[in-house]
C-alpha cells in the first residue's frame, strides 16, 4: 500500500460523525480525524488577494491529505494600522497575508463559499495583542476558529504591556462566544507552546500553553487547541506532548474540547531542500508518535522567501505521507513520571496559587520572574532566564531566576552563554539537517 493510498484526500469528510453539511466545527472535525487515526496537516498561508487566497483554499482542500484551512492575516491587520491595510488594498500592493478587517464582509464570504464546509474548517492565524477587529470579521463572515493568546501574542511580537494584552484577550474571547453562539462553537488555538520559536525548554512551553488554554475556558471558550513546537530531541519532545495532554486532562474542565497542535520546528529552517524536507518529515514522525492530533506544516522555500500555494501543498501531502507511513507505538508508561511533565507543573501550580484570577495571576508571575520566557526582549519579561542546548540534544535551563525549577535541573559549572554560543545554538537545527543531506 503507498503513502498515497494510505493519505487520502481528506478521507475524514467522508466519515459519519462529520456532518456532509452545515456548519463547520473546527475541534469536532479534528476529533473525528483523530478518532479515524488521521493526522490532520494545516498550513500558515495568507494571500492578500481573494483570487489567490480562494486558490490556496481550495488546492489546500484538495490535496492528498487530511486538511484544514489557513487565512493567515497580514501585518498591518495585525497592528491594528487599518488605514495603512485600506491603502495597500487601494492601490494593489501585495499584503503578507490577507486582511480580513479591510476586505469587504461580501468579499469575504465570496471567497469561502463552496470551499468552507464541515468537511473543511478555516482558521484565521494573525499574531495580535488586539485582535478584538480581528474576531469580529471573522465571525462576519461565518468563521469561528482563530488563534493566539494574552501572553504568546505579546511578549514576543512587540512592547504592548502584558497587562492590556490579557485584557483585550479576555474580551477577545468572550466576543467570540457572544458571536459565534450555539450551534456554533467557536475555537482558540494557544501560541504558548511556542514562544520565541526555539531555545525554550519544554517545561515552560507546555505550561503556558495550558495556562492560555485555561484563560480561554475561564472566558467561554469551550473548544480549545494546546500548542507545543517541535524542538531539538524528539525524545524530550515526545515527553513535552504527552506531558500536555495529561496535564490538559487535569487542569482543564471536562467540558471543554480539546486537542493538541504540533508545529515544524519554528526556529531557522535548512537551506537546502532536501534539509527542510526531513526536518518537516521528523516533525510528522514526532506528531504521530507523540499523539498530537494536528501538525502545521513549513516548507522548503521557508529559510528564502514567502512560500507558494504549490509549496504549501507539497509541503501538506509530504507531512500526510510520512505519517501514514509512521506507526503508532502503544505509549508506555505514565507522562507523569517524566522531567517535562514534573517542570511544566510546577509553573501551572506557581500561577495559579498566586490567585483566583488568572489574568491577574500570569502578569504578576511575569512581574515577579516565576515566569521568564529565556532571550524575551518584552519589558514586562524579567529576562534573568537562560537555556541552552546540551551535548545529548536536549534544552536545559542554564539560568532559572526566580522560576519554580529544581535546582538539580541546572547545568553545574556551566560558562554563561556568549553571543557566538547563542548564534551557534539558534543555527544547531538547520546546520543538522543541511550536514546530513550534504554527508548523504
Known amino acids: 500500500m503507498t503513502a498515497a493510498t494510505l493519505a487520502a484526500p481528506n478521507v475524514a469528510r467522508l466519515f459519519p460523525t462529520v456532518p456532509a453539511g452545515g456548519t463547520a466545527s473546527f475541534g469536532a472535525f479534528v476529533g473525528a480525524c483523530a478518532a479515524a487515526g488521521q493526522l490532520v496537516v494545516q498550513p500558515r498561508m495568507g494571500f492578500s488577494d481573494p483570487r489567490r487566497m480562494r486558490d490556496g483554499l481550495e488546492r489546500t482542500k484538495s490535496a492528498v491529505a487530511t486538511t484544514v484551512g489557513t487565512l493567515t492575516i497580514d501585518s498591518y491587520t495585525r497592528v491594528g494600522a487599518h488605514a495603512a491595510a485600506r491603502a495597500a488594498v487601494a492601490e ?3 499584503l503578507n497575508g490577507y486582511p480580513i478587517a479591510t476586505h469587504r464582509t461580501e468579499r469575504t464570504r465570496a471567497l469561502l463559499d463552496g470551499v ?51 485584557d483585550n484577550w479576555a474580551r477577545c474571547c ?42 480561554f475556558a475561564r472566558h467561554g471558550i469551550r473548544s480549545v487547541s494546546l500548542s507545543y513546537a517541535q524542538q531539538t530531541d524528539p525524545a524530550q519532545d515526545t515527553e513535552a506532548v504527552r506531558a500536555l495532554g495529561r496535564l490538559a486532562e487535569e487542569f482543564l474542565p471536562p467540558q471543554v474540547d480539546r486537542h493538541i497542535v504540533l508545529y515544524t520546528y519554528m526556529g531557522v529552517f535548512p537551506h537546502t ?39 504549501n501543498v507539497r ?39 498566586l490567585g483566583e484570577d488568572l489574568g491577574r495571576s500570569l502578569r504578576t508571575a511575569f512581574a515577579r520572574g516565576v515566569l521568564d520566557v529565556p532571550y524575551c526582549l518584552h519589558p514586562d519579561n524579567a529576562g534573568r532566564s537562560r537555556s541552552f542546548v546540551a551535548p545529548d540534544g536536549r534544552l536545559r535551563w542554564s539560568e532559572v531566576g526566580a ?7 541546572l547545568r553545574a559549572g556551566r560558562a554563561p552563554l556568549t553571543s557566538d554560543g547563542l548564534l551557534a545554538a539558534v543555527h544547531a537545527m538547520a546546520r543538522r539537517y543541511d550536514a546530513d543531506e550534504a554527508a548523504g
Open 92 to 94: 494593489g500592493t501585495p
Open 116 to 166: 468552507l464546509d464541515a468537511g473543511f474548517p478555516v482558521q484565521v492565524r494573525h499574531g495580535s495583542s488586539r485582535p478584538e477587529a480581528i474576531v469580529r470579521a471573522l465571525t462576519a463572515v461565518g468563521l469561528d476558529a482563530t488563534e493566539g493568546g494574552p501572553v504568546s501574542y505579546c511578549l514576543p511580537y512587540g512592547r504592548t504591556p502584558l497587562a492590556e494584552s490579557v
Open 174 to 215: 468572550e466576543l467570540l462566544a457572544a458571536l459565534a453562539p450555539p450551534p456554533r462553537t467557536p475555537h482558540l488555538e494557544s501560541f504558548g507552546g511556542c514562544m520565541l520559536g526555539q531555545l525554550c525548554p519544554p517545561g515552560l512551553l507546555v505550561a503556558l500553553s495550558l495556562l492560555e488554554g485555561m484563560f
Open 273 to 311: 531542500a532536501r534539509g527542510a524536507t526531513r526536518l518537516l518529515e521528523a516533525s510528522a514522525r514526532l506528531a504521530v508518535r507523540s499523539g498530537a492530533q494536528r501538525l502545521i506544516v513549513k516548507t522548503a522555500a521557508e529559510a528564502h522567501r514567502i512560500p507558494t500555494v504549490w509549496e
Open 315 to 353: 509541503a501538506l501531502e509530504t507531512a500526510a505521507a510520512t505519517a501514514a507511513l509512521t506507526e503508532r507505538p502503544a505509549l508506555s508508561g505514565d507522562p507523569a513520571d517524566s522531567e517535562v511533565y514534573r517542570e511544566a507543573r510546577a509553573f501551572v501550580e506557581a500561577v495559579l496559587d
Open 403 to 409: 522560576m519554580p525549577v529544581a535546582r538539580t535541573a
